[in-house]
């Protein structure tokens, strides 16, 4: 079946743009999660999502960054006036209401010129 | 709070050698342990999980890991790697009876020469 998918591919913008991130889990799967993969910081989590809800957000790094879910599927990451520290490969993945194994998407890179 | 450390960078290995990737971690609680690989220019792909049970599991394409507790270790291991092994490993952990979280390494890049 399909799997996680994500949009765009990549994604080249200017600093002081907003940017949308897109994710489309996978059919069924309740929860799903952000990471942001960057050469500095490794993979770090960003946000997590039961349903529509997000009960955790402990890993956004700046009010500039939002995210939501809509209808328990698509969920959109949003960045603000860019920087170019927020230069990175973000990454979705969904998983089973208390299953253990995460389904990653192949990211999005982000460049911020 | 948990954290996760991968003692090496970079592991080169020839083909057909045996090769072992080490990963320790730290956590007040009990945790789930994982190991997944990522190759250019994709996403994460789950190697193999520990949940309970045996402390050796097996994985996907030949990996397998053990669980050692004392030494809170989670090293992956294979016999013989191929140049299609090429790629970034990461060791995960999450706490046992949370919502999965995945608490990452900073990755071991395995490179495979002939």
């Known amino acids: 079946g399909a799997g996680v998918s994500q949009s765009p591919s990549n994604k080249v913008t200017e600093k002081g743009k907003d940017v949308e991130l897109r994710c489309d889990p996978i059919s069924g799967h309740t929860a799903l999660y952000w990471y942001r993969q960057s050469l500095g910081q490794g993979l770090e989590f960003l946000i997590y999502?039961?349903?529509?809800?997000?009960?955790?957000k402990s890993g956004l790094p700046s009010d500039r960054f939002s995210a939501e879910r809509t209808g328990g599927s698509v969920s959109t990451l949003t960045i603000q006036r860019t920087q170019q520290e927020d230069s990175a490969v973000y990454l979705c993945a969904s998983s089973l209401l208390g299953r253990d194994e995460q389904y990653f998407g192949p990211g999005t890179r982000l460049t911020v010129t | 709070a948990q954290s996760v450390t991968q003692l090496d960078s970079q592991v080169p290995v020839f083909e057909e050698a045996p090769v072992e990737l080490r990963c320790n971690y730290s956590s007040s609680v009990s945790v789930y342990l994982f190991w997944y690989v990522q190759y250019p220019n994709q996403g994460l792909q789950l190697l193999l999980k520990?949940?309970?049970?045996?402390?050796l599991v097996k994985g996907i394409n030949g990996f397998e890991a053990e669980f050692n507790k004392s030494q809170t270790s989670f090293h992956l291991r294979k016999p013989s790697v191929h140049i299609s092994d090429t790629a970034e490993y990461f060791c995960?952990?999450?706490?046992?009876?949370?919502?999965?979280?995945?608490?990452f390494g900073a990755g071991t890049r395995l490179a495979v020469h002939p």
């Open positions: 999502f039961q349903g529509n809800s997000a009960p955790d």
């Open positions: 520990y949940l309970s049970g045996s402390t």
């Open positions: 995960a952990v999450t706490p046992r009876g949370g919502y999965n979280k995945l608490i």
